[in-house]
Nanobody, 120 residues
Framework: QVQPVESGGGAVQSGGSLRLSCAVS????????MGWFRQVPGKERERVAT???????LYADAVKGRFTLSRDNSEDTVYLQMDSLRSEDTAVYYC??????????????WGQGTQVTVSS
């Protein structure tokens, strides 16, 4: 699988919004569950949200109601809309694709990561 390409990270004040994009190959988009993860130095990577091939989403409790994950079929791109950002959302965010035709649990192809910094 081709590596996902992320964009959209940056710095924002608390309460602000950012939208992350993850572009993948048409094959990956059509066959794989997609997910966003984040990691802070010294901590384990945590799952933020996943979206399966049917568009069904799951969110971590920490972001539920503030983040929205969606798929754009015309662009082979997955978007993570992040609203009401908090300082604790500061992390490197990674987009990942699960194995083709598998459920949203075995993520094997990872993007390079994009930094999100939220200042209070």
């Amino acid at each position: 699988q081709v590596q996902p390409v992320e964009s959209g990270g940056g710095a924002v004040q608390s309460g602000g919004s950012l939208r992350l994009s993850c572009a993948v190959s048409p094959y990956t988009y059509a066959t794989s569950c997609m997910g966003w993860f984040r990691q802070v130095p010294g901590k384990e990577r945590e799952r933020v949200a996943t979206i399966d091939r049917d568009g069904d989403t799951l969110y971590a409790d920490a972001v539920k109601g503030r983040f929205t994950l969606s798929r754009d079929n015309s662009e082979d791109t997955v978007y993570l809309q992040m609203d009401s950002l908090r300082s604790e959302d500061t992390a490197v965010y990674y987009c990942a694709a699960a194995r083709p035709w598998q459920k949203c649990r075995d993520f094997t192809t990872w993007g390079q990561g994009t930094q999100v910094t939220v200042s209070s």
